[in-house]
């Protein structure tokens, strides 16, 4: 079986797709640091289709949030800021 251009075209497009996308969502995680960042996007690049399973592997084991956004869960303050107990 011979693989046409139009094959290698194919299978270039998933790659670079499947990369882009692992690069982005690595990119916009706040989970990891600026080296840690390019060391996976090396991974990412340098082992096509494996990298960006690992990495994004690695991504879904880690809970996603940003700088700023509070833990899960309700406690003494709420969702909307209203402390427990009686108005002021």
Request: aromatic share 10%.
């Amino acid at each position: 079986m011979r693989i046409t251009e139009e094959g290698y075209v194919a299978i270039a497009s998933v790659l670079i797709g499947v990369n882009a996308y692992a690069s982005v969502m690595l990119w916009q995680n706040w989970s990891y640091s600026a080296p840690q960042k390019v060391a996976q996007s090396l991974i990412i690049w340098l082992i096509p289709f494996v990298g960006a399973w690992v990495v994004m592997k690695l991504m879904s084991d880690d809970e996603p949030r940003g700088p700023n956004t509070p833990p899960f869960g309700g406690g003494a303050n709420d969702s909307i800021g209203v402390q427990d107990g009686a108005p002021d």
